[in-house]
């Protein structure tokens, strides 16, 4: 894929998959039954008055509209704020929202929430590319 080549959800998608596969720290979601849908938007998003750029992001979806929406999770990658990213900065950009799934296994049944940031980002990030990766 070249770093100017439109992203679609489904090569969204696909690198998702692998990582899950590849990634040690996310084995958790590759041995449960989590469901995870994956967006793409044309729009830009930007939080604090307009002064951070948001890549993506990694939303819960309600128990009450699971009935529509037979996903447990949504991440969302804003197209226009990483049409300069390389690759490797998009499989990075994944690899974080990915680390937002968080699953409690100890009940009966799987139980879902949204893991927050230990710091702006995730410490095995930082440890392999850097607080500033995406850069």
């Known amino acids: ?40 938007s044309q729009e830009e998003k930007k939080t604090g008055h307009g002064i951070k750029t948001v890549f993506a992001d990694c939303r819960l979806v309600p128990d009450n509209m699971q009935w529509i929406c037979h996903y447990h999770f949504l991440i969302t990658v804003y197209l226009p704020n990483i049409s300069e990213f390389t690759d490797e900065q998009l499989e990075i950009l994944l690899w974080h929202e990915l680390k937002h799934i968080g699953i409690d296994c100890d009940s009966d049944e799987e139980k879902y929430f949204l893991v927050p940031h230990d710091i702006e980002e995730f410490h095995e990030i930082i440890e392999k590319f850097g607080l500033n990766w995406s850069d």
């Open 1 to 40: 894929m070249n770093r100017h080549e439109i992203r679609r959800d489904k090569d969204i998608a696909k690198i998702s998959r692998r990582l899950i596969r590849e990634k040690a720290d996310l084995s958790e979601i590759k041995n449960s039954n989590v469901k995870i849908g994956y967006l793409t």
